[in-house]
């Protein structure tokens, strides 16, 4: 087999050659006044190879993202949609029949589906809300000119070293009823001891809370680096026009950092979308019904309950459509409020 | 040689810029911000310390009010259970490769694409780099259910290769080393490495590389923090039997081993690696989280 192979390539390759070597030597008979023939065709073939380099390199170099993207995230994307529309068991997953609209009529048809989408809202509200106005207020604190302004830093951001499984399992220790130690810092307080997993606020409050201490520092060092790209000439003529302090903050600070806080904003709503390691683990055992009530069980929790405790990866896939669409769109109200806003100003 | 050349200028020019800047503006602290700082970096420190406190405790002390606020005898105990009887032994050692892996490829591909985006001309780059942008806004969700049956077809359950592929590079990381190449690295310095004839790879090799090491390493310990900690796709396509640590830790949340001083051994031991990462490199991840944010 590898013989004949041979034999046909053998030919071939010299065949190549034959062309090139004929210019060549045309190029030779006729004579004196053309140039060096060896340099300038050698370079021609460089200049060649030069050119497909530069022109191809660049796709080369931006193939592999494009390749890990497009198999693990593009196509699994438009897969997931098609399994929305097919009705697939995990524990059968070899018979997979066409289902239509029926996974999202069954998701606008549920309580669950609706409960998990006001958890996921309230959630994202209270863990967003209180870490992005409390990281402004540390950046503004970790701009002035602090003694060990870095160590500051870097234990502003340590709960970002803190995985979500680590953190949740120590919060749900701390948030425990019965001996937790935040029920009894309430107790000196005078304050009741709040039942943290089961109370339909109480354990909203608590997973935003872990939410909120993983993230906050990391949102502080991003609005430091805004603050710090302020040019000092705003807060000098703000002062000749006699501003204080907090009407420097308001009235330089806060509309120069706009575009920075919309950039947290778009990438908190992302993960609050998303939420789901906090909540599971925050309800133990049987996590990913987030609750006896579902008090706690957010989209990405009710996705993952639907698809892997019960086993209907269709409906799971429909829930993971449901929540990117709901991303868009409020990607689109958040990017048309800004608008506005900047418009107004 | 040629990369500490040109730091100098850049370097000086950015401490002229920031005495510049900074004239006015840096405002020495007051004892209030002492204060109000100290309050945040107990609350920051605090969870951790306690989990500490916690580990060497025994469960039968953590049921008991009042919380105990100072260390007890039993950590190595608690660690030894967690690390033997909740596999994190086998998940530490999992999770360092799959980190490892990780981090290599992102740094090697990010910078490639991001030299790309940044220094060289080609068809379609800004929509290119835009679809980039745009991809990380795409929840993990909406890729797991096709990867995790694709995954049971190619018999991968359980297998490290799975949660390592999805993540070789990232739109992060190409957009990171995107934004740090279009100022670090000059074009001339490329230019003239043409003029000599040098091939892409030769440029990437002896110009890019040199000067996008600092983004590099920042790029490292960045997408490192990100592996380790990696959660939803793990916990879906591993279990107990090969874990990572965030696999490990589940399992210990969810009742595998309920003695709640071995979760918070298991706890702090699965953070440990991230914490030493932390005290030995903290500047460098703080500077390389503001660097992304202030061009993104």
Do not use: C
Not at chain 1, 261 to 268: A, D, E, H, P, Y
Request: without cysteine; charged residues 10%; aromatic residues 12%.
């Amino acid at each position: 087999m590898s013989s004949p192979h041979k034999a046909l390539a053998q030919p071939a390759s010299s065949a190549d050659a034959a062309p090139g070597d004929e210019p060549g030597a045309a190029g030779r008979a006729h004579g004196r006044g053309t140039p060096p023939r060896d340099p300038g065709d050698k370079g021609s073939w460089r200049s060649r190879l030069y050119r497909w380099d530069m022109k191809a390199s660049p796709y080369a170099f931006i193939a592999p993202f494009f390749i890990v993207f497009g198999a693990f995230s593009l196509v699994p994307l438009l897969y997931t949609a098609w399994y929305s529309l097919h009705n697939v068991q995990l524990s059968d997953l070899d018979n997979q029949t066409w289902a239509g609209l029926a996974n999202y009529q069954n998701l606008l048809s549920s309580d669950f589906f609706w409960n998990a989408l006001w958890v996921t809202l309230t959630i994202g509200v209270i863990s967003t809300v209180p870490q992005l106005l409390m990281a402004i207020g540390i950046a503004h604190l970790l701009n002035y000119k602090l003694r060990g302004s870095t160590v500051w830093r870097v234990v502003m951001l340590t709960p970002y070293a803190t995985s979500v499984a680590a953190a949740t399992l120590v919060f749900v220790l701390l948030y425990s009823w019965d001996g937790g130690m935040i029920n009894w810092m309430l107790d000196f307080v005078g304050i009741d001891p709040v039942n943290w997993r089961e109370s339909d606020w109480g354990s909203k409050f608590a997973v935003s809370t872990i939410v909120i201490w993983r993230w906050t520092g990391y949102n502080a060092l991003i609005y430091l680096a805004a603050m710090q790209a302020i040019p000092a000439d705003l807060y000098e003529s703000a002062s000749i026009d006699g501003a204080n302090r907090w009407q420097q903050f308001r009235h330089v600070t806060v509309p120069q950092l706009r575009p920075t806080i919309l950039f947290t904003v778009v990438v908190s709503t992302i993960g609050a979308t998303q939420l789901f390691g906090e909540p599971l683990l925050f309800g133990g055992v049987s996590g990913s019904k987030g609750g006896s009530g579902h008090q706690y069980q957010t989209l990405g929790l009710y996705m993952y309950d639907q698809g892997w405790v019960i086993g209907n990866l269709g409906k799971a896939s429909a829930i993971a459509w449901s929540m990117f669409l709901i991303l868009l769109i409020v990607a689109v109200i958040q990017l048309l409020v800004s608008r506005r806003l900047r418009k107004s100003q | 040689m040629t990369a500490s050349e040109l730091t100098v200028p850049q370097a000086k020019a950015r401490r002229e810029r920031r005495r510049v800047m900074g004239a006015g503006k840096q405002l020495h602290a007051g004892p209030l911000t002492y204060v109000v700082l100290t309050l945040f970096a107990l609350v920051s420190l605090a969870p951790l310390v306690w989990t500490a406190i916690a580990a060497s405790r025994t469960d039968t002390r953590l049921a008991q009010t009042p919380p105990p606020l100072w260390f007890g005898g039993n950590l190595f105990k608690n660690m030894e259970t967690a690390w033997e009887e909740a596999g994190l032994g086998t998940a530490m050692v999992n999770t360092t490769f799959v980190a490892g892996t990780i981090t290599v490829s992102t740094v090697l591909f990010s910078t490639l694409a991001g030299f790309a985006f940044a220094k060289l001309r080609f068809r379609f780059s800004g929509v290119l780099l835009l679809l980039t942008i745009g991809t990380m806004m795409v929840p993990p969700q909406l890729a797991v259910v096709p990867l995790y049956l694709w995954m049971s077809d190619l018999g991968w359950s359980n297998q490290l290769q799975t949660v390592i592929l999805p993540t070789l590079v990232t739109a992060f990381g190409t957009f990171f080393m995107r934004q740090y190449l279009v100022q670090a690295l000059p074009s001339e310095l490329i230019e003239a490495a043409r003029v000599d004839g040098a091939s892409s790879l030769r440029v990437v090799w002896h110009v890019v590389f040199p000067a996008a090491r600092p983004a590099m390493a920042v790029l490292g310990l960045l997408t490192f923090v990100f592996a380790w900690n990696d959660f939803l796709w793990p916990i879906i396509a591993l279990n107990q039997e090969n874990p990572t640590v965030q696999v490990a830790l589940n399992a210990l949340g969810t009742g595998y081993v309920p003695d709640q001083s071995v979760i918070m051994a298991g706890a702090l031991l699965g953070t440990l690696p991230l914490l030493i990462a932390f005290l030995l490199f903290g500047k460098q991840i703080v500077g390389g989280i503001m660097q992304g944010a202030i061009k993104g």
